[in-house]
T-cell receptor, first 113, second 113 residues
Framework: KAGVTQTPRYLIKTRGQQVTLSCSPISGHRSVSWYQQTPGQGLQFLFE???????NKGNFPGRFSGRQFSNSRSEMNVSTLELGDSALYLC????????????FGPGTRLTVL | GESVGLHLPTLSVQEGDNSIINCAYS??????FIWYKQESGKGPQFIID?????DKRQGQRVTVLLNKTVKHLSLQIAATQPGDSAVYFC????????????FGSGTQLTVLP
C-alpha cells in the first residue's frame, strides 16, 4: 500500500508570493492533517480535514488555508509569504477509526527568500 | 506555554543498552499520548500510543509508561540498535480536539557502536 505522498518535495519562493502544497493520503484514509515544522517552534498543527470539511484549525494566521477534495487529496495554500514561513510542511492521514495512528508523508521543504 | 515538553534534548546510548526518553505534560485533559520517531529527511513515524486511563503499554521492543500523578510519560526502548537513532517526539491529543497532535520539542537519540 503506498504511503502518504506530498508534492513538491522542495520549493523556493520569495516574500509576497503564494504557494500551494499537495498531499495524497493513503488509499482509504479520509482524514488529512497538516503540520508545520521549524527548528524554533517544532511541530505545530495547522488544520485537519475530513470528508472535505475542516474539522479543526490551529493557531495560524488566515494566510494559511487548505481544502480537501472528494478523493481525500488535500492542498494547503499560503498567501503573501513571509520569511518566517520557511519550514517543513507535513501532511498526515488517518482512517478516523478508534486508535491514533496518523501516517505522515515526507513533507515539503519550503524556503522563502 | 508549551503543554508537552521533554527533559533532555539529546541522549546517547551504547548499542544493545536500553534507552529511556522522558516527557512531561501539563494538560490533564489529554485523551491520548503518542510517541513518534523522526529520522532525518522523513516525516514522523508512529511508534506507540497510550490512552490516558492506562499506566503502561508494550509494543515490539518499546514500552510506554504514563504517570498521571506527576504528569510524566516515558518511552523505553529495549536493546537499542543503530536504526533507533532519530529524534523522538511525545505528543498528546486533547479531549475533543479530534486528531490534533500537540508535540513536544523532541529528543535526539544517538546510538553509539
Amino acid at each position: 500500500k503506498a504511503g502518504v505522498t506530498q508534492t513538491p518535495r522542495y520549493l523556493i519562493k520569495t516574500r509576497g508570493q503564494q504557494v500551494t502544497l499537495s498531499c495524497s493520503p493513503i488509499s482509504g484514509h479520509r482524514s488529512v492533517s497538516w503540520y508545520q515544522q521549524t527548528p524554533g517552534q517544532g511541530l505545530q498543527f495547522l488544520f485537519e480535514y475530513f470528508s472535505e470539511t475542516q474539522r479543526n484549525k490551529g493557531n495560524f494566521p488566515g494566510r494559511f488555508s487548505g481544502r480537501q477534495f472528494s478523493n481525500s487529496r488535500s492542498e494547503m495554500n499560503v498567501s503573501t509569504l513571509e520569511l518566517g514561513d520557511s519550514a517543513l510542511y507535513l501532511c498526515a492521514s488517518s482512517l478516523m477509526r478508534e486508535g491514533n495512528e496518523q501516517f505522515f508523508g515526507p513533507g515539503t521543504r519550503l524556503t522563502v527568500l | 506555554g508549551e503543554s508537552v515538553g521533554l527533559h533532555l534534548p539529546t541522549l546517547s546510548v551504547q548499542e544493545g543498552d536500553n534507552s529511556i526518553i522522558n516527557c512531561a505534560y501539563s494538560n490533564s485533559a489529554s485523551d491520548y499520548f503518542i510517541w513518534y520517531k523522526q529520522e532525518s529527511g522523513k516525516g514522523p513515524q508512529f511508534i506507540i500510543d497510550i490512552r490516558s486511563n492506562m499506566d503502561k503499554r508494550q509494543g515490539q521492543r518499546v514500552t510506554v509508561l504514563l504517570n498521571k500523578t506527576v504528569k510524566h510519560l516515558s518511552l523505553q526502548i529495549a536493546a537499542t540498535q543503530p536504526g533507533d537513532s532519530a529524534v523522538y517526539f511525545c505528543a498528546e491529543i486533547l479531549a475533543g480536539s479530534a486528531r490534533q497532535l500537540t508535540f513536544g520539542s523532541g529528543t535526539q537519540l544517538t546510538v553509539l557502536p
